[in-house]
């Protein structure tokens, strides 16, 4: 729990439109206006010069017999994810995500107004074997919602949970407040340690307890955009 003077608060707070998170994503792509993602997975180093909104579309079904044959370039859930979007949907259901796409832009956007930042999970859980994600793909909605709402996100690395596996968390900021995004992240950074080798957590566990998980640090953040925010209680949560 951080500890912030008088003017700062942390609120705990819960977001019902989040749920919905992948459904609002797949209504912006594929009905949204925007480029579809057969469109984007088509781009070459030759075309990636090109328009999103004018490249042709990829064949996911012949893309998927390729990969049978090994003879694709793309990871068999990217093509899954081109061949889902050709799936027509009821427009009933799309202007309903759509509306509540917009709900939720509005939301965030108000939310985040001034020099206020959420924290949001980058992942619901921390790094899977090799090839889960061909099973848990959809989680990939937890970071691709923030590009349908249209703010900066900057992923921060924690440490290392009590596994030794890599964990981290979303620092999400309003519209064009990149630079805020950044100096939070940067003293969680180094308050929690950062980014530490998975491989060393033997060498941790045998010889010092692993930072950010037993340690409560002091922080002070000070950048002119944000103010001044002290810590004298920082843990984290697993």
């Known amino acids: ?5 008088p003017y700062h608060k942390v609120v705990k707070m819960e977001i019902p439109l989040l749920r919905y998170s992948l459904p609002i994503w797949m209504a912006n792509m594929t009905n949204g206006g ?6 984007y997975i088509s781009a070459t180093l030759e ?3 090109i328009s999103g909104y004018d490249l042709p579309p990829k064949n996911c079904f012949v893309e998927l017999i390729r990969k049978l044959f090994g003879r694709s370039n793309h990871c068999l859930y990217t093509i899954i994810m081109g061949m889902l979007e050709t799936i027509p949907m009821a427009k009933a259901s799309l202007d309903q995500l759509l509306g509540m796409g917009n709900e939720l832009k509005s939301l965030v956007h108000n939310l985040l107004d001034g020099d ?5 999970p980058s992942h619901p859980m921390t790094a899977p074997r090799h090839n889960m994600p061909c099973y848990t793909g959809f989680n990939f909605a937890y970071t691709a919602i923030w590009n349908i709402i249209g703010v900066p996100v900057t ?3 924690l440490g290392l949970d009590k596994n030794g596996l890599p964990l981290g968390v979303q620092i ?12 939070v992240a940067r003293e ?3 308050a929690f340690g950062g980014w530490i080798d998975p491989s060393e957590k033997y060498k941790m566990y045998k010889y010092e307890p692993i930072r950010g998980l037993t340690s409560t640090p002091t922080i002070q953040v000070s950048t002119e955009t944000i103010g001044s925010i002290s810590s004298s209680s920082l843990g984290s949560k697993d």
């Open 1 to 5: 729990m951080l500890t912030f003077p």
């Open 47 to 49: 075309n990636q010069h």
């Open 116 to 120: 206020t930042v959420l924290l949001y």
């Open 34 to 39: 925007m480029p579809k993602f057969s469109q």
């Open 172 to 183: 999400v900021g309003g519209v064009n407040k990149d630079r805020l995004t950044l100096a």
């Open 188 to 190: 969680l950074e180094e």
């Open 155 to 157: 992923q921060v690395p």
